[in-house]
């Protein structure tokens, strides 16, 4: 596609269910990335992709969350039994070789409520 | 760990105006700085990306500067328009393929 997608745009959650986040980098980009950013708060690294690899998962928060790419392409981020200071907006971006000076494209984001 | 801090955190211009966003970073060994922007509801822009052999970039009315020995960067917006309201994200990376970021600017311009 033309630009990174995320889906859904929005998630409304109870407390304790799962949920899973998609991301659709642009084609051909082989690095892939997961933020977030809860509300008047700076973007926070979650994992990074090499391929299917992720050689980087510094960021994830707790064990609850996880996350898989397939194909070199599409990405989900899994959040179990989630809480309610899970509520923030989960960003994607993909850039083309994920070497140190490249761009990153950014996808729309999924707002995540956790009621 | 690097820290990154974006003053001020609010600005509002009249439009025409020429501004300055600063971005400060607590490490200097950087691969290079970047500048987004934005829009509520929606994802990020990369605006510039300067790399930490580079002095500044320019494109179009947006000229961003950088001093890596200080930790310091600049945004200089020239003859600003309402488009231009925005949040401006600054972001440093340091090696393996993360970005850290401060909290950002938020931008209005008003005409």
């Known amino acids: 596609g033309a630009g990174v997608s995320q889906s859904p745009s929005n998630k409304v959650t109870e407390k304790g269910k799962d949920v899973e986040l998609r991301c659709d980098p642009i084609s051909g980009h082989t690095a892939l990335y997961w933020y977030r950013q809860r509300l008047g708060q700076g973007l926070e690294f979650l994992i990074y992709f090499q391929g299917n690899s992720a050689p980087d998962k510094s960021g994830l928060p707790s064990d609850r969350f996880s996350a898989e790419r397939t194909g070199e392409s599409v990405s989900t981020l899994t959040i179990q039994r989630t809480q309610q200071e899970d509520s923030a907006v989960y960003l994607c971006?993909?850039?083309?070789?994920?070497?140190?000076?490249?761009?990153?494209?950014f996808g729309s984001g999924t707002q995540l409520s956790v009621l | 760990k690097q820290e990154v801090t974006q003053i001020p955190a609010a600005l509002s211009v009249p439009e025409g105006e020429n501004l300055v966003l600063n971005c400060s970073f607590t490490?200097?060994?950087?691969?290079?700085l970047q500048w987004f922007r934005q829009d509520p509801g929606k994802g990020l822009t990369s605006l510039l990306l300067?790399?930490?052999?580079?002095r500044e970039q320019t494109s179009g009315r947006l000229n961003a500067s950088l001093d890596k020995s200080s930790g310091r960067s600049t945004l200089y917006i020239a003859a600003s328009q309402p488009g231009d309201s925005a949040t401006y994200l600054c972001?440093?990376?340091?090696?393996?393929?993360?970005?850290?970021f401060g909290t950002g600017t938020r931008l209005t311009v008003i005409p």
């Open positions: 971006a993909s850039s083309l070789g994920g070497s140190s000076n490249e761009k990153l494209f």
């Open positions: 300067i790399q930490s052999s580079q």
């Open positions: 490490d200097s060994a950087i691969y290079n």
């Open positions: 972001a440093v990376q340091t090696g393996a393929n993360n970005l850290f």
